[in-house]
């Protein structure tokens, strides 16, 4: 994806010894998604993630997953992360907070959200399994909390409850996607940036 000049969208490429990651994300999109990585169960949440956030992104990425999914996820986050904070800009006119609420079948997310320039995570969140599949669950709190120090914001996830585990964090990934998506909106009403001290 080439960034056509103007448009809130990003391109982030990640080279290290253990990942080759390139991710592009246009935060003005149509939830148009083309993902290509090793690991399936984190390709279902992206997918469901920009959809519900209304988010282009591709995402092309391989990783050292003989040893196991974590430098590949994690370094994900680091780039979904990366391409948010410079989409975004100096962020003029956008809402700023959200919080959304997410049920899944018999599950209940929360995702609140401040774009505040200030990166700070917050997990409250227990899951009945620690497999969905061949994906690890420790490698969603590892993939948020990646992303919110990257893209330098204030994030707050709760899994209310839930019997699925599967459920659970799908339920996660769309408060999330929905969350982003009202934060960043373009508010008319705002002047400038939402921050008493004229900057975020």
């Not at 999914?69 to 370094?75: A, G, K, L, Q």
């Not at 904070?85 to 919080?99: C, H, M, P, V, W």
Request: proline share 4%; with cysteine; glycine share 8%.
């Amino acid at each position: 994806m080439t960034v056509p000049a103007g448009t809130r969208a990003a391109e982030v490429a990640r080279k290290t010894n253990e990942t080759d990651i390139k991710l592009s994300l246009g935060v003005d999109g149509t939830g148009a998604v083309q993902l290509e990585t090793d690991v399936p169960f984190l390709n279902h949440m992206l997918d469901l993630f920009a959809k519900h956030g209304q988010f282009d992104l591709n995402v092309e990425a391989k990783g050292d997953i003989d040893i196991d999914d974590h430098h590949t996820v994690e370094d994900i986050g680091i780039c979904l992360g990366l391409a948010l904070r410079e989409a975004l800009g100096d962020k003029t006119g956008i809402k700023r907070y959200a919080s959304v609420f997410v049920p899944m079948d018999e599950a209940l997310a929360q995702v609140i959200i401040d774009l505040s320039n200030r990166p700070h995570f917050e997990y409250r969140a227990e899951y009945p399994s620690t497999q969905v599949g061949s994906f690890t669950t420790e490698l969603v709190e590892e993939f948020l909390w990646k992303f919110a120090l990257e893209a330098r914001v204030t994030l707050h996830v709760i899994v209310h409850y839930g019997r699925n585990t599967h459920h659970m964090i799908e339920a996660v990934f769309k408060a999330l996607g929905r969350a982003l998506d009202e934060a960043t909106t373009i508010d008319p009403r705002v002047k400038g940036v939402p921050s008493t001290k004229g900057v975020l």
